[in-house]
C-alpha cells in the first residue's frame, strides 16, 4: 500500500472527508504522528486509510480551521430543506 504525504493545501474533497469523519471533534497530541522527511526535517500529520492509499496530512493551524470549514459546509448542504418549507413574505407595498 503506498503513503502519500499531502499539505493542507492540495487537499482533495475525499480525503478532507476521511479526516472530518475520523476526527469529528478535532484532533489531539494523541493523534499526529511525527517522523522525518527525505530533508531531515520532522514532520507531524494525521494519518488516514483509504482502500489504495495511507495519507499522511501535514499537520498545521490552516488543517484545523479548513476541517471545522468543510464540515460547516457539509452540514448546510445536507440540510433537509425544502422549498416547500421556506416562507417568502408577501410584499404588500408595492406600488402599482
Do not use: Y
Given at each position: 500500500m503506498k503513503r502519500v504525504i499531502v499539505d493542507y493545501k492540495k487537499l482533495t474533497n475525499e480525503i478532507l472527508s476521511m479526516l472530518v469523519e475520523k476526527y469529528p471533534d478535532g484532533y489531539?497530541?494523541?493523534d499526529i504522528i511525527s517522523f522525518k522527511n527525505a530533508k531531515n526535517e520532522t514532520v507531524d500529520a494525521l494519518e488516514v486509510?483509504?482502500?489504495d492509499a495511507v495519507y499522511l496530512v501535514k499537520v498545521s493551524t490552516r488543517l484545523a480551521s479548513t476541517m471545522e470549514n468543510f464540515e460547516?459546509?457539509?452540514d448546510y448542504s445536507n440540510d433537509d430543506?425544502?422549498?416547500d418549507d421556506v416562507e417568502v413574505p408577501e410584499d404588500n407595498d408595492s406600488e402599482d
Open positions: 489531539g497530541d494523541d486509510r483509504a482502500e460547516d459546509e457539509e430543506i425544502s422549498s
